[in-house]
Nanobody, 119 residues
Framework: QVQLVESGGGRVQPGGSQRLSCAASGRSVSFATMAWYRQAPGQQRELVAF???????NYADSVKGRFTISRDNAKNTWYLQMNSLRPEDTAVYYC?????????????WGQGTQVTVSS
């Protein structure tokens, strides 16, 4: 089993910054892609950013220039640095990863961490 655990959520004022972490544990796997999703109340879960094992990154248009995804392979952890936060960034943030196991793609999700941007 692979477990993903997020940390770093909480309440922050508009314009502030916050960093989320996602730590993987359990069965040793090599992740192909690591990502962050978010889901606001009444909305669908959306992809925020991803990073591949080769270091390529991509971002949702709504967070480009404000959020940065990074990873620490030695710690099997990845991060989401969020700057210039806005009230519309309020959501539950989930970390996600996938790996190729044999001929199958396995996917893993964290339990989610709440980020609230409010004054």
């Amino acid at each position: 089993q692979v477990q993903l655990v997020e940390s770093g959520g909480g309440r922050v004022q508009p314009g502030g910054s916050q960093r989320l972490s996602c730590a993987a544990s359990g069965r040793s796997v090599s992740f192909a892609t690591m990502a962050w999703y978010r889901q606001a109340p009444g909305q669908q879960r959306e992809l925020v950013a991803f990073i591949t094992n080769s270091g390529n990154t991509n971002y949702a248009d709504s967070v480009k220039g404000r959020f940065t995804i990074s990873r620490d392979n030695a710690k099997n952890t990845w991060y989401l640095q969020m700057n210039s936060l806005r009230p519309e960034d309020t959501a539950v943030y989930y970390c996600y990863a996938n790996s190729l196991v044999g001929l199958q793609i396995e996917t893993y999700w964290g339990q989610g961490t709440q980020v609230t941007v409010s004054s």
